[in-house]
């Protein structure tokens, strides 16, 4: 086990707001003014959001597709004294995207790091769906292909509340896939667009809250909250 550093923090984690651009932290706010520079999974979304707190500070990309190439190059900079804070497109950090190699390369070159708390969709999802939340496993975006059925089959007799992630253009199929391995009789919350204007969190059975969006063109960020498997 590795102690903290003892040196200075050179790394925040900063989780931003999912919708609502007031459901930031004054904490964060001060720190995204005074880094030397702002990692960004998507430049232009976090570009409005300083933008919107009046932010001038330096940005610069790191998400999917450049993670790997400009990893080396940061921890260097870093190690040299230079201060970053990490941010994504909404929520924190290291949740289902990239930000999660750069912690793990920090804390190997014996860096220090702070994680602000903040905002994140799967919580405020999991709290209003009115399933026990006192278990439950965070399984993020399933696999699309590979995979895919091996881990529905494995997650059917998880016991816990489970959460995922989906885009809206495959909410229905993954809603009709986990009647298929779950079973109709399981209860379900799928909340979309969260802090949003369009705010909508729906309730039921599997089939119930399949019904309701096969009904409707699905828009917006996914969550979707399943009951685990009734003793």
């Known amino acids: 086990m590795q102690p903290e ?36 999974e998507d430049t232009r979304t976090s570009g409005f959001l300083l933008k919107h707190y009046a932010i001038a500070r330096p940005l610069q990309s790191f998400h999917n597709f450049n993670e790997h190439k400009v990893l080396g190059m940061l921890v260097q900079r870093m190690e ?7 941010v994504s497109d ?31 969709a799967f919580v405020p999802a999991l709290v209003k769906s009115g399933l026990p939340s006192d278990r439950f496993v965070f399984e993020g975006f399933i696999p699309q292909k590979k995979g895919r059925q091996t881990l529905l089959k494995k997650l059917a ?17 993954t809603l009709e896939q986990f009647i298929e391995y779950f079973g109709p009789e399981r209860r379900a919350s799928v909340s979309r667009e969260l802090t949003k204007m369009f705010e909508e969190t729906v309730n039921g059975t599997l089939p119930e809250v399949v019904a309701h969006f096969q009904a409707k063109e ?11 498997l009734p003793d």
């Open 5 to 40: 550093a003892a040196n200075p923090t050179v790394l925040y984690i900063v989780p931003t707001p999912i919708g609502n651009l007031a459901d930031i932290t004054l904490r964060a706010l001060e720190v995204l003014k005074t880094v030397d520079l702002i990692l960004a």
């Open 80 to 86: 040299k004294g230079e201060v970053m804070a990490l």
């Open 90 to 120: 909404a929520g924190t950090p290291g949740i289902s995207d990239p930000g999660f190699l750069l912690v793990r390369a920090a804390l190997q070159a014996g860096l220090k790091i702070e994680c602000l708390p903040g905002a994140t």
């Open 157 to 173: 007799t998880e016991e816990r509340t489970m959460i995922f992630y989906e885009s809206p253009y495959r909410l229905v199929k």
């Open 218 to 228: 699905v828009k917006g960020e996914i969550v979707i909250v399943v009951e685990g």
